[in-house]
């Protein structure tokens, strides 16, 4: 914020309201196993596998509201749509994405409601801020599975080097947006239900496991 009358920054926000989120995600032990390396081959698989219709309904949804909202066409970079990496780390893998879980399709539902209005912002903060992450759990992967990358691990580590400026520039383009009050309230509130979806997911895989 350069100054009193600009507008409070909206990528600040959803960073300060979500961080109890993010930790709690974090430390679902579906996500430690991965973090930490002790993740098998059909576990990996079974995360993407969920991931893909996930994506798929995000990078849609952007698409239609990119459409219909020059601030989100903005926003919107050729690097952005992720569902396609997903894909090829499974064909990599030699495996089918199988069948969504309950948590999955909750999810992919509400993404579809969140594409109609400016909420997709705060699904997509949530699944593109995770490549921040996600970088060290495609590393712990990399040991784990024996899997050199870049293939196989694109959708853990999608942009590589550019990683820390592709997420700079998200923020500040983001902010260089103007949102109403009840615009930034339904963005942060999508993106507290977007990290609840992902533990729910997470506990669904668990429960499936077991
Ligand atoms: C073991 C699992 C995870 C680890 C170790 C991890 C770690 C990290 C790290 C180190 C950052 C960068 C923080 C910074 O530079 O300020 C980050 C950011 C982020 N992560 Fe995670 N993460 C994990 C799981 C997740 C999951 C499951 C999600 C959601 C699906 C997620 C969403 C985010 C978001 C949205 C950010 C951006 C925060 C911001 O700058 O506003 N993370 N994470």
């Keep these: 914020m350069t100054n009193n009358t600009a507008a409070p920054s909206l990528a600040d926000a959803l960073k300060e309201q979500t961080r109890e989120a993010h ?3 974090e430390r679902h032990p579906v996500q430690a196993r991965m973090v930490k390396g002790q993740v098998t081959r059909a576990e990996y698989a079974a995360w993407l596998g969920q991931m ?3 994506w798929r309904a995000v990078d849609e949804g952007l698409r ?3 459409a ?3 601030r989100v ?3 919107l970079k050729p690097y952005h749509p992720h569902a396609v990496r997903i894909e090829a780390d499974l064909q990599f ?3 089918q994405a199988g069948v969504p879980l309950p948590a999955t399709e909750r999810f992919v539902s509400f993404i579809t409601g969140a594409a109609a209005g400016i909420e997709v912002l705060g699904v997509w903060y949530v699944l593109e801020g995770s490549a921040n992450g996600g970088r060290f759990i495609a590393a712990a992967i990399s040991r784990a599975l024996g899997i050199e990358g870049p293939e196989g691990l694109t959708g853990f580590n999608p942009h590589g080097e550019a990683q820390r400026d592709r997420w700079q520039a998200w923020r500040a383009d ?5 949102f109403t009050e ?3 309230a339904v963005v942060v509130s999508a993106a507290a239900t977007s990290f609840d979806a992902v533990w729910e997911i997470m506990e669904d895989m668990q429960a499936r496991a077991a």
């Design 23 to 25: 930790t709690r995600a």
């Design 52 to 54: 893909l219709p996930v």
């Design 64 to 66: 239609m509201a990119a």
């Design 68 to 70: 219909r909202d020059t």
């Design 73 to 75: 066409a903005a926003m």
């Design 93 to 95: 893998l030699g495996v």
């Design 174 to 178: 983001l902010d260089a947006n103007h």
């Design 182 to 184: 009840s615009e930034r």
